[in-house]
């Protein structure tokens, strides 16, 4: 039990779906050319850094997580894992995956798993989750780290698809965190954690995630219009992004909020799973697109 407690302070779910969104970064950037070793150690740094913000985040709200029916049982808050054990296992995991990210990838991949954990750990757990609706908009960044974590490990800058990639990850992360909260309505009201939808209701949650898919839609779409994938990743983003836009205005219903909320939830992760998939696969190569209009100009010519 013990050594399963400990596993689940790392929140091996979160751990998951960033290394998803971390590996589509790196093959986006990689375009074919990958170098496997590079793309472990990527791997195994970002879930140690993911892992340490998250038992961090465990230790934080371990009073709060006593409220709520989903969070009771955690290992912190029940004292199934003792404070010094939990943030010296943070510690050792914070420092081997910044060791390998340091001394394996680049510079950019270190600084911006380290944006991520302080956002996640100094902004969000600390400042504004308990105490500001802005919340989950501060809480999108360090969401949104992971996949320019693996997109920077390759090409040693931040460029304009890295730039795409932290927009169109934080755009996913609000409307993805609304449904979660809907879901969990009671439980957040019960630990007074001030989201969108407990503190100004569902209505105005609703309106907030037409905003912000459609952000996610123009932002999913630039990765298109600046050439760096190609016609099925732009036909599929947009056909999920308005059935997603439809699923928040038909599918609800105000005698079955939490069902329309789970809903939301279950195809928000499938939307990101199939970005992430596509953006690895249906990438295009610059220089064989430079090549190519070259060579058609000269023919025209």
Known sequence: MMFKD????????????NLIAAASGFFLAAKGNIDWFVLLVVLVGTSCIVATGCIINNYVDRDIDLKMARTKDRAL??????VASALLLALVLGT???????????????LFGAIGLLVYVGLYTLKFKRNSVYGTL????????????????VTNGFDTGAAILLLTFCFWQIPHSYAIAICRFDDYKAANIPVLPVKYGIQTARLHMYVYIFGFAVSALLLVQQGYVGIIYALVMSLMSLYWIYLVKAGYSPENEKAWGR???????????????????????????????????????
């Open 6 to 17: 400990y596993v689940s302070l790392t929140k091996p779910g979160i751990i998951f779906g």
């Open 77 to 82: 808050a029940q004292g199934r894992v003792s």
């Open 263 to 301: 809903k939301l939830f279950v195809f928000s992760i499938l939307v990101v799973m199939v970005f992430s998939a596509l953006i690895s696969v249906d990438y295009v190569n610059h220089g064989q697109m430079v090549s190519a209009f070259s060579h058609h100009f000269i023919i025209a010519t």
């Open 96 to 110: 081997i995956g910044f060791a390998l990210l340091h001394y394996y990838t680049t510079v950019y991949a270190v």
């Open 138 to 153: 501060v809480g999108s960044l360090s969401g949104a780290c992971p996949p320019v974590m693996g997109y920077v490990s």
